[in-house]
C-alpha cells in the first residue's frame, strides 16, 4: 500500500490559506517537518496553546486522515474563569483547523 500523505508545502500553504480567513485563537501555529523517516516530505501542524500547560499536534496518516494529539502534561493548573474560557476558544479553533486541513486533503 502507497502511503499518500500531503507534502510539507501544501501543509503550509493550507494553515496560511486558513490564516487569511479564521485564525487559532490565542494560540501559536507552526508548520513542522515530519520526524518519521519513511515521511519526511510530509509535515505536522504544531499548536502551542497560550492558557493551558500543553501543546497539540495535529498529523495526517496514510489514509488521508487529520488527528489531533495532545501533549500530556502532569499536576494541576489552575485557571481563572477568563483563562478556562480563552482555552476553550484555543481548543474550538483548533478543532476548525483540523477539520480545514481534512476538507483540504480529502
Known sequence: MTCSRPTFA???EWVADYEK????????????PQED??????GIV???????PASIYL????DRKWTAALTERSGEFPLSGGHL??????????GRL??????RTA
Do not use: R
Not at 21 to 32: G, M, P, S
Not at 86 to 91: M, N, P, R, V
Not at 98 to 103: G, P, W
Open 37 to 42: 523517516p519513511e515521511h519526511l516530505e510530509s
Open 85 to 94: 474560557i480563552a482555552l476553550g476558544e484555543e481548543l474550538l479553533t483548533t
Open 98 to 103: 483540523c477539520e480545514y486541513l481534512q476538507s
Open 59 to 62: 498529523n495526517v496518516d496514510c
Open 21 to 32: 480567513h479564521d485564525h487559532v485563537a490565542h494560540a501559536t501555529v507552526h508548520v513542522l
Open 46 to 52: 504544531a499548536v502551542h496553546l497560550n492558557h493551558g
Open 10 to 12: 501544501e501543509i503550509s
